[in-house]
C-alpha cells in the first residue's frame, strides 16, 4: 500500500486549466479522487507569457482567469474578467483615442491591475503580489507565476506591407484583435530563455505527489511554463508521476488556438502528437501518463508504443462532475495503487 496523494501540482494556462482546476476541487471536495488525501494541497504553476502592459497597467490574463474562476469572481459566459463587469473605462479611454481599443478592460477587473502594478513598482515580485491578490479571492488553491521575470509570447506573421515581408504582434493581440485568423509563421517567447522559476515553483514539484498537465494551450500555455529554464529537470527529477489530459479531441481544439499553433511549432495536431510533443519521461520528456478523449481511442497505441502510459476516457469539461472523473481517471492511470 503506498501512502495518500497529499500534495498535487498543475501546470495551468488560462480558461482551460481554470476549468479543470474547478474540477478537481470539486472531486477533493466530493472525496472522489481515488488515494487522494481530503485536505490535500493543490499548487497552480500559471502561464505569465500571456502577460501585457497596457495604459501603464501590468496584466496577467491567465493568473486572473485562474484566481477569479476558483475564487468565484469569473463571468461565466465569457470565462474570463469579473462578473456583472462595465467597460466604462475602456469607453472613456477609446473616445481619446488611445490604444489599443481591441483589449477588453473592465471597470472592476481594472483594480486588480492597479493593485498589481503598484505593487510592482513598490519592488515586489509578481508572485508576492499574485499572492497578495489572491487574500482576497481564496482560491483554495497555491497560485504561483511560473516566473517573476517578464516573458512575453510573441506571433510573427507574413506581412507584405513591411521591407521584412513580416510582423510581430503580441499574443494578446494575436488572440484578442486578430482571433488568430491568420496563420502564424513562428513562435517567439521573449524573455523566457533568461526567466528563472519563481520561487516555490521547482520546491513545489520536487514536493509533489502527482503533477497534472490539464488541458491547457500546448504552445502557449503549458509550452511557456515548460520553457522556463529548470521547470523540465525538475519534472523529469521529481519521484511524482507527471501525467497529462488531451487539450486535441477528434483531431483538433476543443476552443482556442491549440490548432493553429501546434502546425506553427509544427507538432502533429492529434492528441497523441501533442503526447509525444511532450515526450515520456523515461525519454527525455515530461509525461509518465496521458489521457486521450474516447474518440481518440485509436491514439493510445501510438502514445503507449511512445513510452506513455495511455487510455481513452471521456474528455470534455462539460460540468464539474464529468471534470472531476476526468482527474480521477488521471490518477488511476499513473497510480493505479491509489485507493484501491
Ligand atoms: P489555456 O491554454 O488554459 O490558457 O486556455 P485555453 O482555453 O486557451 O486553452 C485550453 C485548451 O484546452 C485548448 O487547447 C482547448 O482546446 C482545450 N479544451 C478546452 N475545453 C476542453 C475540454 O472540455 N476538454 C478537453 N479535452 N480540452 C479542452
Ligand atoms: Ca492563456
Not at 529554464?229 to 479531441?249: E, H, K, Q, Y
Amino acid at each position: 500500500m503506498s501512502s495518500a496523494i497529499g500534495s498535487i501540482v498543475v501546470l495551468s494556462g488560462g480558461m482551460g486549466g481554470a476549468r479543470f482546476l474547478q474540477g478537481l476541487q470539486h472531486g477533493l471536495r466530493a472525496g472522489t479522487l481515488p488515494g487522494v488525501a481530503p485536505d490535500a494541497a493543490v499548487t497552480v504553476i500559471g502561464n505569465t507569457a500571456d502577460d501585457c502592459w497596457m495604459h501603464g497597467l501590468k496584466i496577467c490574463p491567465d493568473l486572473d482567469t485562474v484566481m477569479y474562476t476558483l475564487g468565484d469572481g469569473i463571468d461565466p459566459e465569457r470565462g474570463w474578467g469579473r462578473r456583472e463587469e462595465s467597460f466604462h473605462v475602456k469607453e472613456e479611454l477609446a473616445a481619446y483615442g488611445v490604444e489599443p481599443t481591441w483589449f477588453g478592460l473592465g471597470d472592476r477587473d481594472l483594480a486588480t491591475h492597479l493593485v498589481r502594478t503598484q505593487m510592482l513598482d513598490a519592488g515586489y515580485p509578481l508572485s508576492e503580489v499574485t499572492r497578495a491578490l489572491c487574500r482576497r479571492w481564496q482560491p483554495g488553491v497555491e497560485l504561483l507565476p511560473m516566473s517573476d521575470d517578464r516573458v512575453e509570447t510573441h506571433l510573427v506573421l507574413a506581412d507584405d506591407d513591411a521591407p521584412s515581408g513580416k510582423r510581430v504582434v503580441h499574443f494578446q493581440e494575436y488572440w484578442v484583435r486578430l482571433r488568430a485568423s491568420v496563420p502564424a509563421l513562428d513562435v517567439v517567447v521573449v524573455g523566457l530563455e533568461n526567466a528563472r522559476p519563481a520561487p516555490g515553483v521547482v520546491e513545489a514539484i520536487a514536493a509533489a505527489d502527482l503533477v497534472i498537465l490539464p488541458p491547457s494551450n500546448p504552445v502557449v500555455s503549458v509550452g511557456t511554463v515548460l520553457g522556463v529554464p529548470g521547470l523540465r529537470d525538475a519534472l523529469r527529477a521529481t519521484a511524482a508521476p507527471v501525467v497529462g489530459l488531451s487539450p486535441i479531441v477528434g483531431g483538433t481544439h476543443v476552443r482556442g488556438m491549440a490548432h493553429q499553433l501546434l502546425e506553427t511549432v509544427g507538432v502533429e495536431v492529434s492528441a497523441g502528437g501533442v503526447a509525444r510533443h511532450y515526450g515520456a519521461r523515461a525519454d527525455g520528456g515530461v509525461l509518465d501518463g496521458w489521457l486521450v478523449d474516447e474518440r481518440d481511442a485509436a491514439e493510445v497505441a501510438g502514445v503507449t508504443a511512445a513510452g506513455i502510459a495511455a487510455a481513452a476516457v471521456p474528455l470534455m469539461m462539460t460540468d464539474h462532475d464529468a471534470t472531476a472523473a476526468m482527474a480521477a481517471a488521471a490518477i488511476r492511470l499513473v497510480r493505479p495503487d491509489a485507493g484501491a
